[in-house]
Nanobody
Framework: QVQLVESGGGSVQAGGSLRLSCRAS????????LAWFRRAPGKERERVAV???????DYADSVEGRFTISRDNAENTLYLQMNSLKPEDTAMYYC???????????????WGQGTQVTVSS
């Protein structure tokens, strides 16, 4: 059973920073692709950042240069450092896991409960 538990959301003013954490089951962490998604009210779900577990990361254009995804293998934890936050970053943020399929990530079948990020102008 894959378990993901997020934390670290909150309210911040524009220009501020937050760090989200996602603690993963030990049998998941090292083998799986792990990603952060977000969904804002009235908008489609967006993949914000992904770490494939092999050292490759990727970001949505909307957060490139402002957000950083990282893993702490010792703590089985995925992080999302969010800097220079904008009101349009306001959303529910979710951690998700996918089995690797060769060199690509499979479908994201495991999800955390989400953590709310609110950025005020």
């Amino acid at each position: 059973q894959v378990q993901l538990v997020e934390s670290g959301g909150g309210s911040v003013q524009a220009g501020g920073s937050l760090r989200l954490s996602c603690r993963a089951s030990a049998n998941t962490y090292r083998r799986y692709c792990l990603a952060w998604f977000r969904r804002a009210p009235g908008k489609e779900r967006e993949r914000v950042a992904v770490s494939d577990g092999m050292g490759i990361v990727d970001y949505a254009d909307s957060v490139e240069g402002r957000f950083t995804i990282s893993r702490d293998n010792a703590e089985n934890t995925l992080y999302l450092q969010m800097n220079s936050l904008k009101p349009e970053d306001t959303a529910m943020y979710y951690c998700a896991a996918a089995q690797p399929l060769g060199s690509v990530c499979g479908g994201y079948t495991y999800w955390g409960q989400g953590t709310q990020v609110t950025v005020s102008s």
